[in-house]
């Protein structure tokens, strides 16, 4: 089982920049595909990126492409979510996920462990 927790969300100004990071509990962690997924008021939880079990490979949502990065610190037990260039749009409780499916993982119901979210507000 693996337990996640992310952190690093925030108010910030659009075109601005922000890194969340979500650790890991467990040592597996480094057997899992990681995503970030947002869910904004009144709107479905979306894809953001994944990223997969040996950081090797990265895949975005086209929101996102060219403004975000994906990465992870399998040392750390940690993956992270680079986030520039920051649009209104952006606003949403950003969560990480584990997933054992076959990278890339886009969909919700493929990741098995989810953590609490993270705030993230982006103002114009």
């Known amino acids: 089982q693996v337990q996640l927790v992310e952190s690093g969300g925030g108010l910030v100004q659009a075109g601005d920049s922000l890194r969340l990071s979500c650790a890991a509990s467990?040592?597996?962690?480094?057997?899992?595909?990681m995503g970030w997924f947002r869910q904004a008021p009144g709107k479905e939880r979306e894809f953001v990126a994944a990223?997969?079990?040996?950081?090797?490979?990265?895949y975005y949502a086209d929101a996102v492409k060219g403004r975000f990065t994906i990465s992870r610190d399998n040392a750390r037990n940690t993956v992270y979510l680079q986030m520039n260039a920051l649009k209104p749009d952006d606003t949403a409780i950003y969560y990480c996920?584990?997933?054992?499916?076959?990278?890339?993982?886009?969909?919700?119901?493929?990741?098995?462990?989810w953590g609490q979210g993270t705030q993230v507000t982006v103002s114009s």
């Open positions: 996920a584990a997933s054992t499916q076959m990278f890339p993982t886009v969909r919700f119901g493929s990741y098995d462990y």
């Open positions: 467990g040592r597996t962690f480094s057997t899992y595909n």
């Open positions: 990223v997969s079990s040996g950081g090797i490979n990265t």
